[in-house]
């Protein structure tokens, strides 16, 4: 007997399968969604660095480059850019480049245009 649970929809197809795009999709609209719709991604001047903080539960203080990246909506590689122009500092205490969220904060508020 099969032991797999009754929600589960295991298909195993050798060969070609031929079925009318309405029997298709009703059974579709018959399944779970096993994951929610793909969101919008926000434009840079409206993203946060907060979604980290929330999935971990702690304050997060610093950021490694690739995350600088995300919250600023920028390539690695501009970040990186930007470390070398000096423009942001890192903490000098570890291997990994780390920057603090003053740093970021301080960055942007200082290369803000007055609009």
Do not use: C, H, W
């Amino acid at each position: 007997m099969n032991d797999e649970p009754k929600d589960t929809l295991t298909i195993s197809i050798t060969g070609n399968l031929t079925i009318a795009r309405a029997d298709l999709e009703q059974l579709l609209r018959g399944l779970p969604v096993a994951s929610p719709a793909p969101q919008a991604v926000a434009p840079p001047e409206t993203r946060s660095i907060r979604p980290a903080e929330v999935e971990r539960g702690l304050p997060r203080l610093a950021y490694t480059v690739e995350e600088t990246a995300e919250a600023l909506g920028v390539s690695k590689v501009s970040v990186y850019r930007l470390i070398e122009r000096r423009l942001l500092k890192t903490s000098l205490a570890l291997r990994r480049k780390l920057i603090s969220r003053a740093e970021i904060e301080r960055f942007l508020r200082e290369t803000s245009s007055g609009v």
